[in-house]
């Protein structure tokens, strides 16, 4: 007698793959990281969190190399801490090398609840590459961004109205009278 799998099944069975959980790892640590980047977003941070859910009950289902794991969030981490420190590329290098290395360890082929076929239970090459390389930009391209707008002349406050012009709505002395700058 033939049974359908149930949803749980299918689902279960769809997040058995490496390359899936592979994916929500690197998409839950990316999220994370555009969260610490740009506090407050929520959304970026609440996707992550809920790719990394969804990874770690696949990695029930998967034997994984916890070694690899915390080598994939080492990589992510330095990646972060290429935007706040400056390391001249050096921890982005560093965590995208950890980032490639975490990932092609990433299943535990010498876990005894290893039951799988390893010619076709493995990790996609077109995961293990482009992915780091993706993160890489991504987070290059934010740190680019971050160290632009922290060497930009300050905007707020009364160092940022020197020097700039504006529009006087009535007369006034020079310690008093209303006026119209940037908007404001």
Request: charged letters at 10%.
């Amino acid at each position: 007698v033939a049974h359908e799998p149930t949803v749980r099944q299918r689902l279960l069975s769809f997040l058995a793959d490496p390359n899936v959980v592979a994916l929500l790892m690197l998409l839950g640590t990316l999220g994370i990281g555009i969260e610490f980047y740009h506090p407050g977003m929520i959304f970026p941070g609440a996707v992550g969190a809920f790719c990394l859910l969804l990874a770690f009950v696949a990695m029930r289902v998967v034997p994984v190399n916890v070694g690899a794991v915390l080598l994939i969030l080492a990589g992510v981490g330095l990646l972060v801490v290429e935007g706040y420190v400056t390391t001249h590329g050096i921890a982005g290098v560093g965590g995208a090398i950890c980032v490639v290395v975490g990932t092609l360890f990433f299943v535990d082929r010498s876990s005894p609840d290893y039951h799988f076929d390893p010619a076709t239970f493995t990790v996609s090459p077109w995961i293990v590459w482009p992915t780091p390389v993706a993160l890489a930009l991504v987070f290059g391209f934010m740190a680019w961004k971050v160290a632009g707008a922290r060497r930009a002349p300050l905007q707020l406050g009364s160092s940022g109205l020197g020097g700039a012009e504006g529009e006087a709505l009535c007369d006034g002395g020079p310690r008093s009278g209303e006026g119209v700058v940037h908007g404001e």
